[in-house]
């Protein structure tokens, strides 16, 4: 039976139209039952022969994979031990501004998370199996990093949402160089130019650093295209379990600025976007000094924009009773 019919958003297996037939020399396929009669210990190695691939799967994508999955659903016992391997032994990538997006890795989170109709026992057992993710970041340098930061934050919030409180492997992987030729050529090379260049992967690897570094509890982790310190400081914040200094004080930041982000969208403070960016920019750079400032300094501009409209609402009323 083909397994595509199970998941009609992620195409994960190629469906096989043969029909199983006896080998040359005579002897018959191994059946459901001759396969229960083998140690679990050696039924594991037949389902990582089965189904394990050896490079990470895009959540979605147009590529299917040879993974033979179709003997799930011959006995309960099969599928109970065959899903954790299928979905808890292979790695799933998670993109980031390349070319799988993450507008169709986010689709496939939330159908089967948020929207009942998908939650059928095979989904279920999906999301709660699910341990291993790659996530492939190839945002442009030079594009407009508020994209990058909400994008990274969305992958953060998906994560953390899953059944499974422990993820057992997490890498991350920079498609994005330093010295990028078209970020150059749009910016040319004079020594102001480059300083440019600079603070701008400053802010990058900040968004990284700081919005994907509120994952705890990751037992493996690798980490490709960042150079330490940064590389270290995110992986030990995946490792720790929360409790740390730096884990204390980036979860401390993170949920005071989106409480102030949040306040400023409740009171139609759109006319502080600048500030409530600086703002950020202190999160990223983990100054907390500095994001208090810009926080008080947001308070107080809405505070006075309310005064300034109730002002106006008073003058108003005066002038309709004068009249």
């Known amino acids: 039976m083909a397994t595509n019919s199970y998941h009609p958003e992620i195409k994960l297996f190629k469906p096989e139209t043969k029909s199983s037939k006896p080998g040359t020399n005579g002897s018959k396929p191994a059946t459901p039952r001759e396969l229960l009669n083998i140690p679990a210990q050696l039924r594991l190695v037949v389902y990582r022969h089965l189904f394990c691939h050896p490079t990470a799967i895009k959540l979605l994508g147009k590529e299917t994979h040879a993974l033979s999955a179709q003997i799930l659903p011959t006995c309960r016992l099969i599928y109970t031990e065959g899903v ?60 407009d990093i508020s994209y990058l930061r909400e994008k990274a934050r969305a992958v953060v919030r998906r994560l953390q949402a899953l059944p499974s409180p422990t993820i057992t492997f997490l890498r991350l ?18 020594n102001n130019e480059r300083l440019a260049l600079a603070d701008a992967w400053r802010k990058y690897i900040g968004v990284l650093r700081t919005w994907l570094g509120r994952l705890t509890n990751v037992k493996k982790v690798e980490i490709e295209g960042m150079l330490e310190p940064d590389a270290g400081i995110l992986r030990n914040r995946w490792q720790s379990n929360g409790q740390g200094k730096d884990m204390r004080m980036l979860l401390s930041l993170t949920e005071k600025y989106e409480a102030l982000e949040e306040y400023v969208a409740k009171n139609g403070g759109s006319f502080c ?18 994001f208090e400032r810009w926080k008080g300094t947001i308070v107080k501009m809405v505070e006075g924009q309310w005064k300034n409209l109730k002002a106006m609402r008073s003058l108003r009323v005066e002038a309709e009773d004068s009249v």
């Open 84 to 143: 954790a391997v299928l979905y808890g032994e292979n790695t799933f990538e998670i993109g980031i501004g390349t070319h799988s997006g993450i507008s169709l890795t986010m689709t496939v989170f939330m159908t089967l998370m948020e929207n009942p109709r998908y939650h059928s026992w095979v989904q279920s057992d999906m999301m709660r199996n699910l341990r291993r993710f790659s996530i492939r970041v190839g945002y442009p340098l030079w594009s």
């Open 273 to 290: 976007r600048d500030a409530l960016g600086s703002a950020v920019f202190a999160v990223e750079a983990d100054k907390e000094e500095d």
């Open 173 to 190: 992987h920079l498609d994005v160089k330093r010295d990028d030729e078209e970020f150059m050529l749009t910016f040319g090379s004079t």
